[in-house]
């Protein structure tokens, strides 16, 4: 295997336990720190050869969030490294009882292309900061990106610890034929099946980040022209190539009425009369994208846009109408700037809708009316949940992110990258002495020890008072 030799280095070094003080990885932290800063501009590049994409949106969608997660880490890892002390029983009493935080080992993170900073160094941050040692495989398609990862963030971190692997398709299958003790990674459901797959060889642990179709539900009693403005800069972001964007919305037909001109309004407040010429809007990534994503507007009826360029891999702001769940822009995530529009007759429907599909990485609901959002909310499942608005819930490093069932396996940000990347090693300190203490327990079994046993050992029902 051509990956052995580099797997088999870094374990030797995750052995040798140099990545686990606090030190060390502090200073690999901060050495991440400097690359962001250092090399901002060739990111900035870099994003803009692959896909067109403003700078704007890579300094708020990739670099800023980078940021963010490495200074909570910073400022939180001596608190998250700690052991955790927990409830004993009445035997243990005098023992200690608590949870370590141990590096799984060597582990692998796969990024996809269309944040290709952002979901790539974002779970790094939290890997480096539980004591692993790492290879990171950025995505082929980002070509410009992957460039950069594999020449410059080399030299910023410990060869030693860390690597950086370039691969397509072949290269990836045969790295993952290598044992990992964790693998993360981030892309389309169907590869993450040949990665879990994979994992499964060895029983190595995964996280999975998938994507999914993502509803949003616009209720008659809303701000229309804020809805459209939220949902439009949703959709549209990046080209619509965000695994959270509101992949189709549900309203009633009176509230598509309502939308339609809305939307097609803050289209042009934000892209300008003619899209194609805005400096503010991204391309789709590569020609296979851009075939696939072309295909979807042959379903419905385009309402808003449609205008295409091959050669520039250019699909404006579209929004479609009029559009079937059997449709091929319903059966398949669209990631690109479309946005389909369903009616529905009551939220009811709405939610009977959303339910009767793979649960979704996002769920998006806007109403004035708190009860409709919660409604939904409390009736559904998703990875995550935001009212009102669209993508803010991943700009907090407070809140888990991930998905559930089709959308993903496992979450991150925050403590709760650090958590992924860390073993919880249940442990237990007991003395050497007090032997009469443990007498009941051995044989000859008798009877008469087993009370005793049940109440130094078992946990007892809390009784409540409810006032009527």
């Not at 008659?220 to 919305?249: E, K, L």
Request: with cysteine; aromatic share 10%.
């Amino acid at each position: 295997n051509p990956y052995a030799g580099l797997v088999n280095h870094l374990r030797t070094s995750w052995l040798s336990r140099k990545t686990w003080p606090m030190q060390y990885r502090v200073a690999q932290l901060e050495a991440l720190g400097r690359f962001l800063e250092e090399k901002e501009g060739e990111i900035l590049e870099a994003t803009t050869l692959d896909m067109g994409k403003p700078p704007f949106e890579t300094q708020l969608s990739e670099i800023f969030v980078c940021r963010s997660e490495l200074n909570h880490t910073l400022n939180n890892l001596g608190t998250w490294m700690k052991d955790k002390h927990v409830e004993k029983n009445w035997a243990m009493q005098l023992d200690s009882a608590f949870i370590r935080k141990d590096p799984y080992g060597v582990v692998l993170i796969i990024g996809p292309w269309n944040y290709p900073i952002n979901l790539l160094l974002v779970p790094l941050i939290g890997a480096i900061a539980a004591g692993n040692c790492v290879v990171v495989k950025p995505s082929e398609v980002s070509k410009n990106v992957e460039r950069l990862m594999a020449e410059a963030l080399p030299k910023y971190l410990d060869k030693d610890c860390f690597a950086v692997v370039t691969a397509g398709v072949e290269g990836t299958t045969r790295l993952l034929e290598n044992k990992f003790d964790y693998i993360f990674y981030t892309g389309s459901p169907s590869v993450g099946r040949v990665v879990m797959t994979a994992a499964a060889k060895h029983l190595t642990p995964v996280t999975l980040e998938l994507g999914g179709k993502n509803p949003c539900y616009v209720s008659d009693s809303c701000d229309v022209q804020n809805v459209a403005r939220r949902v439009a800069w949703g959709r549209f972001f990046n080209a619509g190539q965000t695994c959270i964007a509101p992949d189709y919305v549900l309203c009633s037909l009176e509230m598509r009425e309502q939308l339609l001109p809305a939307l097609s309004e803050a289209i042009t407040e934000f892209y300008g009369p003619n899209p194609q010429e805005s400096s503010s809007f991204a391309r789709i990534i590569g020609d296979r994208q851009f075939q696939r994503v072309r295909a979807l507007l042959s379903s419905g009826r385009v309402a808003v846009g449609g205008q295409v360029d091959a050669g520039t891999r250019y699909i404006a702001p579209t929004v479609l109408v009029d559009v079937q769940q059997d449709d091929p822009v319903m059966k398949e995530e669209i990631f690109g700037p479309i946005l389909p529009i369903l009616t529905v007759e009551s939220v009811d429907d709405a939610i009977a809708f959303i339910n009767a599909r793979e649960r979704p990485l996002a769920i998006y609901v806007f109403s004035s009316c708190k009860q409709v959002v919660n409604q939904v909310l409390e009736r559904t499942s998703s990875g995550g949940f935001c009212g009102n608005d669209t993508l803010m819930h991943f700009t907090l490093t407070s809140l888990p992110f991930g998905g559930i069932g089709q959308s993903g396996l496992g979450y991150y940000h925050g403590r709760f990258t650090f958590d992924t990347f860390s073993h919880l090693r249940a442990t237990v300190l007991r003395g050497n002495g007090r032997e009469a203490f443990n007498k009941p327990r051995y044989p000859p079994y008798e009877p008469r020890h087993l009370a005793l046993l049940r109440s130094a050992t078992q946990t007892r029902r809390q009784h409540s008072c409810a006032l009527l």
